[in-house]
């Protein structure tokens, strides 16, 4: 009797024993689930901005130990620039990087950090931009949580057969530029078009346009050095791309909350980083193109006055289109002078910071900080 008692009995206290145990072991939780994003990017894989993003992600893997998992789809793989800010917002992706004039007209607060205002560089441009967000927060912005924004750096036309070395040599030809980068085109007496960044280089090789209207960084980017022999800088009229990176909203509020903390902080390193990812890849763009012969042409002063003249209109009839939908003139316009105070405080602060850019005034080029 007293052996069948003890077989009850040490069973029944090993349960209670390991009942104290187990709390006490550090052992794997296997209740936790794993998380997993998808982040689509239309830049192709080669370039700095499909790297640094990919660089992102994996950061985010590797800070939640594996908590979080990141499907990565670079070069349009899942979703088509024009289609990516929908594409988040249905949750097709979790997270999506493309720009304002993909879907123009259905930004329109935001496309007036596109205006022709004369940003020195990407990096000021960029930090404009994000200040413009913080203190307005646009409306058309509403259904998704920003992650961060960014400008492209200071805008250039390059073209294939024809040099552009005064506003009379744009008159008629066919220039890639979507959005209100091609209104500014227009402005100035060429025919925008509103070709898919991806499409570009066919089209320029097979005379379907003249040129395209961006900047120094696409002529390694996509390789439109190969394409095109002439790159005319126009920073002083420069019409920046105003890129946003953007995540569906209850993707994000699913983040448990040790999660979303270290995801933020993430967001804030990687914000910085992306900003001067971008102001920097013109040096790379420039080099390349003169590898393959392009010729970087600078406007005279004389013939700047008459670019900066011809684009004012573009201006006016921003506000004039912004009060059609609503907004008040005064409302409008402080948009503007809020774009061009900022403009005026960054570019102090990166002629102090030292930050240099392959275009813009002699003050924030190399040569200035070697002194």
């Not at 939640?64 to 998992?69: E, R």
């Not at 413009?132 to 294939?160: G, H, R």
């Not at 967001?267 to 992306?274: A, C, F, L, S």
Request: proline fraction near 8%; hydrophobic fraction near 40%; include cysteine.
């Amino acid at each position: 009797m007293k052996e069948k008692i003890l077989r009850i009995s040490l069973p029944i206290a090993l349960i209670i024993s390991l009942a104290f145990i187990l709390p006490g072991l550090n052992l794997p939780d296997c209740s936790a689930k794993e998380i997993r994003l998808k982040v689509a990017q239309y830049f192709p894989p080669p370039s700095f901005q499909a790297k640094v993003l990919e660089e992102f992600c994996r950061e985010l893997e590797k800070r939640t130990d594996g908590k979080v998992k990141v499907d990565y789809y670079a070069g349009g793989s899942l979703l088509k620039a024009p289609a990516m800010f929908d594409g988040v917002v249905s949750g097709i992706a979790d997270i999506g990087y493309s720009h304002v004039y993909y879907t123009a007209g259905r930004m329109p607060v935001t496309e007036a950090v596109g205006l022709p205002l004369g940003y020195p560089s990407a990096w000021v441009g960029s930090q404009v931009m994000n200040d413009f967000y913080q203190e307005f927060k646009p409306k058309e912005f509403d259904k998704v949580k920003v992650l961060w924004m960014n400008v492209s750096p200071n805008s250039a036309i390059a073209t294939a057969t024809k040099p552009i070395r005064k506003l009379a040599d744009l008159k008629g030809m066919t220039i890639r530029a979507p959005g209100q980068a091609g209104e500014i085109i227009k402005a100035l007496g060429g025919n925008p078009a509103p070709t898919p960044m991806m499409e570009v280089y066919d089209a320029i090789s097979k005379g379907v346009i003249d040129g395209e209207a961006s900047n120094f960084e696409t002529l390694f980017a996509f390789k439109f050095a190969e394409v095109v022999k002439y790159t005319t800088s126009v920073w002083q009229i420069n019409n920046p791309f105003p890129f946003y990176l953007v995540m569906n909203k209850n993707s994000y509020g699913k983040l448990p909350p040790d999660i979303r903390s270290i995801f933020d902080k993430l967001v804030g390193e990687y914000k910085e980083r992306y900003i001067l990812t971008w102001n920097s890849i013109d040096f790379v763009g420039k080099a390349f193109g003169l590898s393959k012969g392009v010729e970087f042409i600078e406007l005279p002063p004389s013939e700047l006055q008459v670019w900066q003249a011809a684009v004012i209109p573009v201006i006016d009839d921003y506000v004039a289109r912004m009060v059609g939908k609503g907004f008040s003139e005064t409302e409008v316009k402080g948009w503007i002078k809020f774009l061009r105070e900022r403009s005026d405080y960054w570019t102090k602060k990166q002629i102090a910071l030292r930050i240099p850019s392959a275009a813009g005034p002699p003050e924030v080029k190399p040569g200035a900080f070697m002194k």
